[in-house]
């Protein structure tokens, strides 16, 4: 199982971001996948997860209605697009896939938010 993201950079206050998370080593298409997000000193907080059937999306308070997951399975590829984005949204991005027995993470990908 391999998870690649990439996307992240440095983006003004209210500026737009497009993480892309490329999977490989397993049927991408019968997986849900997320997105965290870490800042030194805290937790990894989910940030947003889509179903693999159906396309379910659910996300973190902090981020709805600014922030869109979605998922290209002919590519094996989960996204998320970043709107309107906040100081606070500053961290490290992590795709995950969760099986049975583990999870399967990332590099991860820095985004900051910052003027």
């Known amino acids: 199982v391999q998870l690649v993201e990439s996307g992240g950079g440095l983006v003004q206050p209210g500026g737009s971001l497009r993480l892309s998370c490329a999977a490989s080593?397993?049927?991408?298409?019968?997986?849900?996948m997320r997105w965290y997000r870490q800042v030194p000193g805290k937790e990894r907080e989910l940030v947003a997860g889509?179903?693999?059937?159906?396309?379910?999306?659910n996300y973190a308070d902090s981020v709805k209605g600014r922030f869109t997951i979605s998922r290209d399975n002919a590519k094996n590829t989960v996204y998320l697009h970043m709107n309107s984005l906040k100081p606070e949204d500053t961290g490290v991005y992590y795709c995950?896939?969760?099986?049975?027995?583990?999870?399967?993470w990332g590099q991860g990908t820095q985004v900051t938010v910052s003027s």
């Open positions: 995950n896939a969760r099986f049975t027995n583990r999870d399967y």
């Open positions: 080593g397993f049927t991408f298409s019968s997986r849900n």
């Open positions: 889509i179903t693999s059937v159906g396309g379910i999306t």
